[in-house]
């Protein structure tokens, strides 16, 4: 049984770090493309970062770019998504996913999802 848990998120003020982690198990994920996405209140739930487990290669949201870092450590089969200089519009659920083989931006192509985790960022 594949699982995607998150852990990490809480309240924060506006210009502090938070890591959000998301522990994977169940299968091997060599061949999978974990994925963060994100989800604000009333709105769609949209493409944050990705990292090819196997070459740890990363994909950013051009918005993102420069503040938020996706990594993975393999023996821990775990993600991270280290997110620095939060702000207001930062807040929302963050949900780790899982696609296999390709770098898709969309949340109806991920395989699995974990249950997600709550950001929120005081001005």
């Known amino acids: 049984q594949v699982q995607l848990v998150e852990s990490g998120g809480g309240l924060v003020q506006a210009g502090d770090s938070l890591r959000l982690s998301c522990a994977a198990s169940g299968r091997t994920f060599s061949n999978y493309v974990m994925n963060w996405f994100r989800q604000a209140p009333g709105k769609e739930r949209d493409f944050v970062a990705a990292i090819t487990w196997n070459g740890g290669v990363t994909y950013y949201a051009d918005s993102m770019k420069g503040r938020f870092t996706i990594s993975r450590d393999i023996a821990k089969n775990t993600v991270y998504l280290q997110m620095n200089s939060l702000k207001p519009e930062d807040t929302a659920v963050y949900y780790c996913?899982?696609?296999?083989?390709?770098?898709?931006?969309?949340?109806?192509?991920?395989?699995?999802w974990g249950k997600g985790t709550l950001v929120t960022v005081s001005s």
């Open positions: 996913a899982a696609a296999l083989y390709v770098v898709y931006r969309d949340p109806v192509r991920m395989n699995y």
